[in-house]
């Protein structure tokens, strides 16, 4: 069973390294910068008996994450973590600027050389939760929540994957491209085809639907209808084919195309962008298939998306069914920082910085692996 299992049934209260699965090199400190690692010398051999309270906090509002995996960092690093006092929120909580989100106390020599890996850990999944939280609440603008599907892989390092993609658990999308994004969280990825497949068959969608259908049966069938630029009129000949075994078509129309729609229909332009993936071309997608019977086919639309194109596109009634969203998810805008503001008990912190007691902080126990 992975750890989420048990974490959501109450068994364990945090992930351990035994879903991290951390690089050892850590513990000698080969990612961290040099002057925490001379720091931590000079502490070990002139101030051996002090003690250190550093707090960690960012500036904006936000959904935390990396919690689980910065405490999971100092159990199997720290020197001696069990005597370690840990204080923190947890991942998924909303936070506000500058509020304490984790504090850790003993010995600076202990667990300080881990600081800016700290820093990094919340800053990376704290930002990419967040963006998805921010997503996934655009995608309910209209009244009714349309699913997100985050479909960062091409959009960063493969090593990133499954903690992005934990993070895009805890801001709230279900659903991801990967196996790796979901291997945190316990599900496996999804989707159908993409334009490599179609270009094999030539161009010929329903072929390419029809190899999809007969080797996946079991699985939707949704159907990729932009490798044309005629997204009509692929949808339409793909709904006539497989009629209730479509379930959805997906538009992914590059920003530099006009579809071969408005071409045919001269009338309705001039009073929009028509490149891309636009509302117009879905509003006539959606009744092209409705007017020929299909109004059970769903529409996913992906490419470019943001927060505010998602927005923008409820608001005004889009009838897309679900969203796919990469590049802007991953976008690192929330930074951490680590302070020590206690020393020996008492306030010590640099000038304009100082101990902020978070009364929503819980005490973490040591969990020996």
Same mark, same amino acid.
């Given at each position: 069973?992975?750890?989420?299992?048990?974490?959501?049934?109450?068994?364990?209260?945090?992930?351990?390294?035994?879903?991290?699965?951390?690089?050892?090199?850590?513990?000698?400190?080969?990612?961290?910068?040099?002057?925490?690692?001379?720091?931590?010398?000079?502490?070990?051999?002139?101030?051996?008996?002090?003690?250190?309270?550093?707090?960690?906090?960012?500036?904006?509002?936000?959904?935390?994450?990396?919690?689980?995996?910065?405490?999971?960092?100092?159990?199997?690093?720290?020197?001696?973590?069990?005597?370690?006092?840990?204080?923190?929120?947890?991942?998924?909580?909303?936070?506000?600027?500058?509020?304490?989100?984790?504090?850790?106390?003993?010995?600076?020599?202990?667990?300080?050389?881990?600081?800016?890996?700290?820093?990094?850990?919340?800053?990376?999944?704290?930002?990419?939760?967040?963006?998805?939280?921010?997503?996934?609440?655009?995608?309910?603008?209209?009244?009714?929540?349309?699913?997100?599907?985050?479909?960062?892989?091409?959009?960063?390092?493969?090593?990133?994957?499954?903690?992005?993609?934990?993070?895009?658990?805890?801001?709230?999308?279900?659903?991801?491209?990967?196996?790796?994004?979901?291997?945190?969280?316990?599900?496996?990825?999804?989707?159908?085809?993409?334009?490599?497949?179609?270009?094999?068959?030539?161009?010929?969608?329903?072929?390419?639907?029809?190899?999809? $259908? &007969?080797?996946?049966? /079991?699985?939707?069938? =949704?159907? *990729?209808?932009?490798?044309?630029?005629? @997204?009509?009129?692929?949808? #339409?000949?793909?709904? $006539? &084919?497989?009629?209730? /075994?479509?379930?959805? =078509?997906? *538009?992914?129309?590059?920003?530099?195309? @006009?579809?071969?729609?408005? #071409?045919?229909?001269? $009338?309705?332009?001039?009073?929009?962008?028509?490149?891309?993936?636009?509302?117009?071309?879905?509003?006539?997608?959606?009744?092209?298939?409705?007017?020929?019977?299909?109004?059970?086919?769903?529409?996913?639309?992906?490419?470019?998306?943001?927060?505010?194109?998602?927005?923008?596109?409820?608001?005004?009634?889009?009838?897309?069914?679900?969203?796919?969203?990469?590049?802007?998810?991953?976008?690192?805008?929330?930074?951490?920082?680590?302070?020590?503001?206690?020393?020996?008990?008492?306030?010590?912190?640099?000038?304009?910085?100082?101990?902020?007691?978070?009364?929503?902080?819980?005490?973490?126990?040591?969990?020996?692996?």
């Amino acid at each position: 069973m992975k750890e989420i299992s048990q974490k959501l049934e109450g068994k364990i209260n945090r992930l351990t390294n035994k879903t991290f699965k951390f690089d050892e090199r850590i513990r000698e400190g080969w990612f961290s910068a040099v002057y925490f690692l001379k720091t931590k010398e000079i502490a070990e051999n002139k101030l051996p008996d002090n003690s250190v309270t550093m707090q960690f906090f960012q500036k904006e509002s936000a959904v935390l994450c990396g919690t689980d995996e910065a405490i999971a960092l100092l159990h199997t690093f720290a020197k001696n973590p069990e005597t370690l006092e840990i204080h923190s929120l947890k991942d998924g909580d909303k936070i506000s600027p500058f509020e304490s989100v984790l504090t850790v106390t003993g010995a600076y020599q202990q667990f300080g050389f881990l600081e800016g890996i700290i820093d990094g850990i919340l800053a990376r999944r704290t930002s990419v939760a967040t963006n998805v939280y921010n997503v996934v609440k655009a995608g309910r603008t209209s009244g009714k929540q349309k699913p997100v599907i985050f479909m960062g892989d091409r959009d960063d390092h493969y090593t990133q994957q499954a903690g992005d993609g934990y993070a895009a658990f805890i801001g709230g999308s279900t659903a991801q491209a990967t196996h790796a994004m979901n291997e945190w969280w316990g599900k496996a990825g999804m989707g159908t085809m993409p334009h490599a497949m179609i270009q094999m068959f030539r161009g010929d969608l329903v072929a390419a639907s029809r190899a999809y $259908h &007969e080797m996946y049966p /079991d699985d939707d069938l =949704v159907a *990729l209808v932009d490798y044309n630029n005629d @997204v009509i009129t692929d949808s #339409l000949k793909v709904a $006539h &084919e497989f009629g209730r /075994d479509l379930k959805g =078509v997906r *538009l992914d129309t590059s920003r530099t195309l @006009v579809d071969k729609y408005f #071409l045919r229909n001269h $009338h309705v332009m001039g009073t929009f962008d028509p490149r891309g993936v636009n509302p117009e071309l879905i509003f006539a997608l959606r009744k092209a298939l409705d007017d020929e019977g299909f109004d059970y086919v769903k529409i996913m639309v992906s490419g470019g998306f943001t927060e505010e194109r998602i927005t923008s596109f409820e608001k005004i009634g889009v009838p897309v069914d679900m969203y796919g969203v990469g590049g802007s998810l991953l976008k690192i805008n929330i930074g951490f920082t680590g302070d020590n503001v206690l020393l020996n008990g008492t306030p010590e912190a640099k000038e304009g910085r100082r101990y902020r007691p978070n009364p929503r902080l819980e005490k973490v126990d040591f969990l020996k692996l």
